[in-house]
């Protein structure tokens, strides 16, 4: 279940927030000269987005909507034992 919940996050696109640490410098002068200098990690949250992924999204609608979005289509033949198969092509 996991999996396919990630393939559908993956074809609809999504958003999450990055935890990102981030250097801050503070120098102190006094008289034109550097009197102390100080450094800090300070960590930052960033929304990152994923853009929907039109692979994934084709593969989910391949398997989770068979009928509607499979490539091949079965028409029946004249011969009743017979089965002919249809490639449909975009092109």
Known sequence: MDVADRLHQRAMGFEYMEAK?????????????????????????????VPPDSTACIFWLKNRRKVEWRERVEAPHDDANEVITLEISDK
């Open 21 to 49: 640490a981030h250097k801050l410098k503070t120098v102190e002068y006094k008289n034109g000269k550097m009197v102390k200098e100080t450094e800090r990690l300070e960590t930052i949250m960033l929304k990152r987005v």
